[in-house]
């Protein structure tokens, strides 16, 4: 089936670093999302994109994050600077305009650890 | 806007009792697709069901859905719960034909214990 791929698996960095993590949506989608899961809790929502622009964004999206997808490649979530709370799993999302379902494919996670 | 609750944030069974665990949603569109994702422990979430059409039960893997409009409920369900259901589990609405956002229930996490 497709594939979201996420860049990279995991990473380690120090509290106030810049982080960006990398995501390479279904080619012919147009929806894209960002979740972050807490080890052990549930997902939750922090921002999808559409034509470029940031359509909704939860209050989980502080001002320190960011997302963009310049010119069809990745899209991209940086985290500018990284504070401790920002360790989770981040899961990219996908899904199709106009399929009749709005399916979503999910990466396979990008697991943060800010020390 | 739209939004889905599940008013189950944790369940735990025995195994082999029936599972139900429920959603109710809320959108202005006349047309809302109905989704439950499931996401086993160090996994992504991967879709398990997805419905349309009112009254009409979808079966997946053992699970099972309607989606009923007159009381915007997609409750999940199966007769007999296995150790490897033990998951979280969310429920989604896509609206206006699947061109619009989705958007996710908290989760229910299920643990299915021997």
């Known amino acids: 089936g497709p594939k979201v791929l996420q860049i990279p698996s995991h990473q380690i960095i120090d509290m106030g670093q810049m982080v960006t993590l990398n995501c390479d949506p279904v080619?012919?989608?147009?929806?894209f999302y960002w979740y972050k899961q807490i080890l052990g809790q549930q997902m939750e929502f922090l921002v999808n994109f559409y034509n470029g622009k940031v359509m909704e964004k939860s209050k989980l999206f502080k001002d320190q994050f960011s997302v963009e997808r310049p010119d069809g490649s990745y899209f991209t979530l940086k985290i500018q600077p990284t504070a401790l709370e920002d360790s989770a799993v981040y899961f990219c999302?996908?899904?199709?305009?106009?399929?009749?379902?709005?399916?979503?494919?999910f990466g396979e996670g990008s697991k943060l650890t800010v020390l | 806007g739209d939004s889905v609750t599940q008013t189950e944030g944790l369940v735990t069974l025995t195994e082999g009792l029936p599972v139900m665990l429920n959603c109710t949603y809320q959108t202005i569109y006349s047309n809302p697709f109905l989704f439950w994702y499931v996401q086993h422990l160090n996994e992504s979430p991967r879709l398990l069901l997805k419905?349309?059409?009112?009254?009409k039960r979808t079966e997946h893997q053992g699970f099972h859905a309607t989606l009923h409009k007159s009381s915007s409920s997609f409750h999940l369900q199966k007769s007999s719960a296995q150790l490897s259901d033990s998951a979280l589990y969310y429920c989604?609405?896509?609206?206006?034909?699947?061109?619009?956002?989705?958007?996710f229930g908290a989760g229910t996490k299920l643990t299915i214990k021997p």
């Open positions: 989604a609405l896509s609206d206006n034909y699947g061109n619009e956002k989705i958007t």
């Open positions: 999302a996908s899904s199709r305009q106009g399929e009749g379902t709005g399916q979503l494919y």
């Open positions: 080619s012919n989608h147009l929806y």
């Open positions: 419905s349309f059409t009112d009254n």
